[in-house]
């Protein structure tokens, strides 16, 4: 083994029990380089969350996620409006079949340490961007919901029909989707090298 790369978890990279660790007792020469990708994913998310636009859209995305899938009344709306949607555009000819492709799915959350996870998060948000706006009108509209609800839902309602919401969600699909092309050609060129 000529050397390692995991992320900066302290059980990969410990420097006693680490696999760093573990790795350098049979084998000294096995240099520790902190994984490319994984700094990559940190950076980029570090510089997102200082452009304000950008922290104000991840905010509000996770607003919405935290009050659609809060409670699995809400997350059943959403599965049942998304099913519709889907079988109306399956019908129209506008979205492809296929394995994986019709799937109805719930929405993700971002997290920061995982490479395609705000990808994965703004493509689920984009594919059910008329669902999610279905089951907040319900919530806000629903007689038996608390002022409280309602008035949650009324206000995450504004943010995602907003320009500048929906802006920096399709920009911020593309970044992500050619960085990821950038990572996967990344490895390529590694693995070939």
Request: glycine share 8%; aromatic share 12%.
């Amino acid at each position: 083994m000529r050397g390692q790369g995991y992320n900066g978890a302290s059980n990969m990279r410990g420097a006693f029990n680490g696999l760093h660790a573990l790795f350098l007792r049979d084998c000294p020469y096995a240099y520790y380089v902190h994984c490319f990708a994984h700094r990559l994913q940190l950076a980029l998310v570090g510089a997102a969350e200082k452009q304000d636009y950008v922290w104000e859209f991840f905010s509000m995305f996770a607003n919405v996620v935290n009050i659609v899938s809060g409670s699995f009344k809400h997350l059943s709306e959403l599965q049942t409006a998304h099913g519709i949607e889907v079988d109306h555009s399956v019908a129209s000819g506008e979205r492809e079949t296929g394995r994986g492709l019709s799937q109805i799915g719930n929405l993700q959350q971002t997290g920061s340490t995982r490479w395609s996870s705000h990808f994965n998060s703004v493509c689920s948000l984009i594919d059910k961007y008329g669902s999610i706006i279905v089951v907040l009108e319900s919530i806000n509209n629903y007689s038996t919901n608390s002022s409280a609800q309602c008035g949650e839902a009324r206000g995450t309602m504004k943010a995602p029909k907003s320009f500048k919401f929906l802006f920096v969600l399709y920009l911020m699909h593309k970044i992500w989707a050619l960085l990821i092309c950038f990572a996967e050609l990344y490895k390529v060129n590694q693995l070939i090298s």
